[in-house]
C-alpha cells in the first residue's frame, strides 16, 4: 500500500519561496501520476497541480506561473516549487495520487502546512 510523506512547509513572507517536496513508498512510483492540493480554513480542498507518469503538468489557474511541479522517479519523490507567494496561498498542502492507474486522486499524504505572512 502506498504512503506519501510531505514536507518543506512553513512559514514564509509574501513574494518568498517555498518547495514541498512528497516522499512515495509501498509501490512503484513511476507509473503513476502525482498531484498536490491544498485546503484553506473554511475551504474545501481544491487542486494546485499534477504530474503525469510521463511527465505532463497540469497547474490550477490561481497558482500558473508561480508554482512548478516536478518528480525525480530515481528518488520516488515529487516537488512543488512555490514562487511569489501570497498570503492566499495559506493552506495545509496535501500530496496525493491514485490507486490504480488512470484512476482518481484517492491516496493522501498528513499534509504540510503553509503560511503566507503579509
Known amino acids: 500500500q502506498v504512503q506519501l510523506v510531505e514536507s518543506g512547509g512553513g512559514l514564509v513572507q509574501a513574494g518568498g519561496s517555498l518547495r514541498l517536496s512528497c516522499a512515495a513508498s509501498?509501490?512503484?512510483?513511476?507509473?503513476?501520476?502525482m498531484a498536490w492540493f491544498r485546503q484553506a480554513p473554511g475551504k474545501e480542498r481544491g487542486f494546485v497541480a499534477d504530474i503525469s507518469w510521463s511527465g505532463s503538468t497540469t497547474i490550477a489557474d490561481s497558482v500558473k506561473g508561480r508554482f512548478t511541479i516536478s518528480r525525480d522517479n530515481a528518488k520516488n519523490t515529487v516537488y512543488l516549487q512555490m514562487n511569489s507567494l501570497k498570503p492566499e496561498d495559506t493552506a495545509v498542502y496535501y500530496c496525493?495520487?491514485?490507486?490504480?492507474?488512470?484512476?482518481?486522486?484517492?491516496?493522501w499524504g498528513q499534509g504540510t502546512q503553509v503560511t503566507v505572512s503579509s
Open positions: 509501498g509501490r512503484s512510483f513511476s507509473s503513476y501520476s
Open positions: 496525493s495520487t491514485t490507486s490504480r492507474p488512470l484512476g482518481a486522486y484517492n491516496v
